[in-house]
């Protein structure tokens, strides 16, 4: 289990809380450091079963200065999403745990959080790692 992290975002906090609650063996990538590169973004939003406008923050300084809410979301405009995601990392909502079965999760609740965590892959060991 991976997840993606802004170390400065409440909900981050409040997911690795929740994981090291339960004893989640996880990794963590600060993505605004260690950015993802667009076929990162495209594997994850495979595993999310969402599109690269489902998980922008298009109330971000970078978004409104982009004029992303004036993109076409269609498959002929994927890409170009998908580019500035990689380009403007903040854009990325967080965070995103990548789940032990395949698929992946926006963990903004604690709901979401709890979900990833059903998703383990069987005997998957429960011990976390540190941030």
């Known amino acids: ?11 981050c906090r409040g997911a ?5 609650a339960e004893g989640a063996d996880y990794t963590v990538r600060r993505y605004l450091e260690d ?17 690269p406008w489902d998980i922008t923050r298009t109330q971000e300084a970078d978004a409104k200065e982009l004029g992303v809410k004036g993109w076409a979301r269609d498959a002929d405009s994927r890409e170009r999403w ?3 995601l990689a380009a403007h990392p903040k854009l990325i909502q967080r965070p995103l745990i990548t789940a032990d079965d ?5 963990g903004r609740t604690e709901e979401a959080v709890r979900d990833a965590l059903q998703r ?3 005997g998957a060991p429960r011990t976390s790692t540190p941030v």
Do not use: F, H, Q, Y
């Not at 690795?16 to 090291?20: C, G, H, I, P």
């Not at 993802?36 to 969402?50: K, Q, S």
């Open 16 to 20: 690795l809380t929740l994981l090291d």
């Open 102 to 106: 395949g698929t992946a999760v926006v």
């Open 35 to 51: 950015v993802p590169d667009p076929d990162e973004i495209r594997a994850v939003l495979d595993r999310l079963g969402l599109e």
């Open 82 to 84: 998908i580019e500035a």
């Open 120 to 122: 383990r892959g069987p």
């Open 1 to 11: 289990m991976e997840i993606w992290i802004n170390p400065a975002c409440s909900k």
